[in-house]
């Protein structure tokens, strides 16, 4: 039996990790161990808790107590259960609920490089990536195109942060991913990885090069919204590659592009 609990005080503390605390304030930097995350939709939170995420509490729109979200509800017993209707939860949180339901959850202790990169032949490096957006649709692709694990450079948007999650549709939760410590390639070479960086530069190899699929360990680089790859970085990969551009286009967005370079380099399905 879920313990609900009706709004009638948005000034509730029990409210603050919905309505008050910023997505930095719930990763809580100082604490990591104490840090949450807020999932958002039944899609999402049913893959947290598949992944194993603790939840701490649920606010949800009260017509989903018997819709959408009551197979979430049945997984969370004991939790409470914040519920208004969809008016009021527009007022706390400032913005629409996507199907009416987030979840607050515990953040996880971070797998370590090496331990994310063991046995695995495909991973791709986000450096700099800042927006949220894009992280999900990256880690969304990485799943679904052949990637092992995604590593993040610190100057990128956090995984777990709501929108990012959401746009992932739970995948961050089925890839494996953590924070490298610097934007330095060094560790990723030592564990036996060749790096290629997509980057729009002349006298590049082509995507589809057979010398970058024959590779049995490779890291996929991708650079940051806008300025892309800075030259340093394009310089201490062992490749360069390039996605063909047509009609005078210059570039397609960091998202597009990875999916483009993960269908093309990623592990492919047995059956294809």
Known sequence: MNNII???????????????????????????????FIAESPKVIGRALDAGYEPVSCLIEKK???????????????????AAEFDILTRLTGFK????????????????VSEICKNKSRIVILDKVMNPTNVGAIIRSAA???????????GCSDPLYRRAARVSMGTVFQIEWTFLESDSLDEIKSLGFKTVAMALKDNT????DPRLTAEKRLAIIMGTEGDGLSDKTIADCDYTAKI?????????????????????????????
């Open 64 to 82: 989903h107590i018997e819709g959408e979200g009551k197979h979430i509800l049945s997984r969370i017993v004991g939790v409470p259960v914040f």
């Open 144 to 154: 679904a195109l052949g990637m092992d694990a995604v590593l993040l450079t610190p």
């Open 205 to 208: 190899l082509a995507i589809g």
């Open 6 to 36: 009706e709004i009638t005080d948005f000034q509730a503390a029990e409210l603050d990790v919905y309505a008050r605390l910023t997505e930095v304030q719930l990763l809580n930097n100082e604490f990591p161990e104490k840090g949450l």
């Open 244 to 272: 063909p551009m047509y009609h005078g286009v210059d570039s397609l967005n960091v998202a597009a592009a990875s999916a483009v370079a993960f269908y093309q380099l990623g592990n492919k399905p047995s059956d294809i």
């Open 97 to 112: 609920l996507t199907r009416g339901m987030l979840c607050a959850m515990k953040r996880k202790k971070l797998p370590t």
